[in-house]
Each structure stands twice: as structure tokens, then as C-alpha cells.
């Protein structure tokens, strides 16, 4: 009787099979592998999901970008839900181990950097003299006169000249881009997601519905098809080359990770630094963003360029290195901890803009079976969670429950 019943159920689900392509293995098409395979309604022996990456899961921004998450970013239709989603996760999958999901403080802080001669430590007893300057009762006076909370004490006191507060530990927290994305794309596996590399180069439609997307396999080159009856595009800045009349633009940044010379309190910070003249090619102020991380690593990252357009694919993308150097020499200029640090990584990665400002775009197209995550501009890390789950229920339950997101509707972008 249960063997019938489980049939007949089957049998009905199968008449419903869906064939669903995922174009792009960055955390929204990673986060959104996760949520359409953990649905109740996904049966591996019935339906197909597959996810498309063309380099590498991660390969771009989803691997490079700090990693904040805030309940006072925007849009403020998908926030709340995302940041929410963002714990459920960790706590589920052991977040805290796994992507170094964390709560921290986040503050703006504003700093005159030192010259290179004058923060430069040239011997091991000048570092020592330093590090215990940083704890003299002078220096303990200019930070508190600057508002700089008692633990946040990486920054020269005599650099900073005010902190102001943007979030705590119930409104602020953050996660390891890279390890947050490669364990969504890894727990989809797990249920049941076929990855495939490879460069989707068109979606092909039959009667106004997409039925399948074709692509040149990494591994090969040759060009081959997969069904499909659903295709979500989610290739970040490369939405467009596969899409055209997708509105998406792309806006190179660089970023550095340093292992601090001891470990840092937890504090994700916006700051403002005058720059003396020596340290300076650029610009006389210049805004790094710095995030401690919990494995002793600190992340940086620099304003964005224009100057060279989007390659073809992640593993193109040109690091300037010496634009690298400017965040090293600034993050420096007011941080011993950092100038006497070891640089682990000096990387660059394209952000997905949408062209007519707002966004991102999630949901349907005019196609039919043809839907879209892209264009989350400097907030891809903290979104992602809302846009696989509400793309998932688009796919299965045919309407959104999670969120309101009708701002975002992708038919009013283009
Ligand atoms: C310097 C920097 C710092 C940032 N910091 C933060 C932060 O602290 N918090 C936050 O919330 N956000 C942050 N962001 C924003 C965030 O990184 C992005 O919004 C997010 O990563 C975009 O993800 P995505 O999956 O849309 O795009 P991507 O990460 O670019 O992924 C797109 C994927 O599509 C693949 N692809 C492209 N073309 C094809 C094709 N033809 N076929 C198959 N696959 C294809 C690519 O290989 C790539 O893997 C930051 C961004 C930058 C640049």
C-alpha cells in the first residue's frame, strides 16, 4: 500500500520533472543551487538541477569581496531576510568553523596617516617600543578622546581623530566570501546538484520558453547542450555577455589580505585617511575598507577602476599591482599591526552594477522559464541568501513568500 501510494506520488512528479540550469557558480548561483536542492519539493530521482560555472566556484568577486553582512544595508525589501537566513545557515552547517561566520562591531573611522619614514619600524626594539606605546596611559587618552572603543586597539592613537559607531554585534556580522560560497555550491552537491564547468554561450528558447542552454565544456572545448525548462542566470558582471539586454555593468576593485603582526579584535571598519604626500600616488584622502577575520588574517580593499573592461572570464582579471601596494601603504600608515604584518593575497575581482542604479534584478523575464539573480552591486554577500531562497520558491511554488520584491522585478530593469 505505502509502495503504491509513493508511486503514484512519483509518477505524479514526474509528469511536473524539471530540467533546472543554473549560469554562474558565484555565491547567487551557489546560494541559489543550495535553496532550490534543500526544497521539500526537489526529488533527486525526478528532477535535474545543474550549476554552470564557466572557471571556478568563486572565481570572482564571490571570492574576493570582505564579507560584511549588515541588517542596515540595502535593499531594505531583501535585507532583513538575507541577514536572517545568513545565521540559520551557520548555525545549521556549522557556520562558525566552516565560513567564519561571526557577529563584530563595525565603525567608521577617520585617521591621518603616518609618513612611511615616520611609521616605519626599522629595528625589533622599535616594533617592542611601539607596541608598548599603544598601551601607554597617552596613548589610552587620545583613543578614548577619539570615541575609539577600549578593544579596538590595532590603530596608532596619535593617527585617529574620530570613531563613530554603524553597527554592533545584534545589527553587524560577517563570513569568508570564498569558504561561505565553495560550501554552498559543496552542501547543493551533497543533495544532489550536478556542477559542470563550463561557459554557457547561449540560451536557447523554442515558442517564447527557454529549453535548453549551450556551452563549451572546460574541459574539452567542445560545445554542448543541456536541457532545460528553467535557466536562472546568475554570472555576476558577466550577465550581460550572455543575456544582452541585460542592464548589468562591471566595476573593477582590488583588495589585499594581511596576517596582522598579533591578532586583532573583531571590528569591520569604513575609513577615511588623510594621506601624506610620500605615501600618496593618487589622492590626498584615501577610504580603504578594513575587516579583521577570525583566523588572524585582515582584509582590505580599495576604491573601484574603469580602466580595464571586463575580460572574458575570472581567471583574466588584472591585478595592478601597485594599486595593491596604495591599500598595503594606507591600511599601514595607521596601523603597526598592519604595516608589520605578512600580505597574503593581492587580488582584483569585477562588481556586478546594475546600469540604471538599484537593484539587484531577481526574478522572471519576459521569457518564459527564464529567470534572474544578478547585479547585487557591493552587497552580493549579505544578499545572497534571500536571492536563492526566494528564487526557489519562484521555481517550485510559482510565487515569492519569503520577501516582498517587487522593486527588483528584472521586467522593470529592462
Ligand atoms: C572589493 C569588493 C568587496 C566587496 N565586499 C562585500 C561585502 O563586504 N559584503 C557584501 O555583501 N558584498 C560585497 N561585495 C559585493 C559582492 O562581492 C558581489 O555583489 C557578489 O560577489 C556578486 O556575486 P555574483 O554571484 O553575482 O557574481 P560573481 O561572483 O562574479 O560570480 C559570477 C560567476 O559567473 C561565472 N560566469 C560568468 N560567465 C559565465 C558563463 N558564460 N557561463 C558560466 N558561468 C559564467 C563566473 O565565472 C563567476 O564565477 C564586494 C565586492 C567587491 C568587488
Known sequence: ????????????????????????????G??????????????????????????????????????????????????????RLHKELADKHGGAERWGYRAVHCGQLDARGRAPSNSKSTSNSNKNSVSLQKRSEKAIGLLRAAGVPKDLDWFAAESISSYDEMGDLSTTAQVHPYQFTTSMASLAEEQGVEIIFGSATSINQKDGAVNSVTYNSKETGESK????????????????????????????????????????????????????????????????????????????????????????????????????????????????????????????????????????????????????????????IQNAPGTGKVLSEMVWEGKVKSANLSSLDPRKFM
Not at 536542492?37 to 570572482?60: M, Q, R, Y
Open 1 to 28: 500500500m505505502l509502495r503504491s501510494t509513493s508511486l503514484l506520488s512519483r509518477m505524479a512528479a514526474t509528469d511536473q520533472k524539471k530540467n533546472i540550469v543554473i549560469i554562474g557558480g558565484g555565491i547567487i
Open 30 to 83: 551557489s546560494t541559489t543551487a543550495y535553496f532550490l536542492s534543500h526544497h521539500e519539493k526537489f526529488d533527486k530521482e525526478v528532477h535535474n538541477i545543474t550549476l554552470l560555472e564557466a572557471t571556478k566556484i568563486a572565481g570572482g568577486a564571490s571570492g574576493k569581496a570582505g564579507g560584511l553582512l549588515a541588517l542596515w544595508a540595502y535593499p531594505s525589501c531583501i535585507v532583513p531576510l538575507s541577514y
Open 225 to 380: 547542450q543541456i536541457e532545460a525548462d528553467t535557466v536562472i542566470l546568475t554570472a555576476g558582471p558577466w550577465t550581460r555577455t550572455i543575456w544582452p539586454t541585460a542592464p548589468i555593468s562591471a566595476l573593477r576593485a582590488h583588495s589585499v589580505t594581511i596576517r596582522p603582526s598579533r591578532p586583532v579584535s573583531a571590528y569591520a571598519l569604513f575609513t577615511s585617511i588623510e594621506i601624506p604626500k610620500p605615501v600618496s600616488r593618487r589622492s590626498k584622502t584615501a577610504t580603504p575598507e578594513i575587516y579583521a577575520r577570525p583566523n588572524n588574517e585582515v582584509y582590505a580593499c580599495g576604491e573601484g577602476d574603469t580602466l580595464i573592461p571586463l575580460p572574458s572570464s575570472t581567471d583574466l582579471v588584472q591585478v595592478d599591482q601597485s594599486r595593491c601596494q596604495d591599500i598595503i601603504e594606507q591600511v599601514g600608515s595607521i596601523s603597526d599591526e598592519l604595516r608589520d604584518g605578512e600580505v597574503t593575497a593581492r587580488q582584483a575581482c569585477y562588481l556586478p552594477n546594475v546600469s540604471l542604479g538599484g537593484g539587484p534584478m531577481i526574478g522572471e523575464t519576459g521569457g518564459k522559464g527564464l529567470l534572474i539573480g544578478a547585479g547585487h552591486t557591493c552587497w552580493g
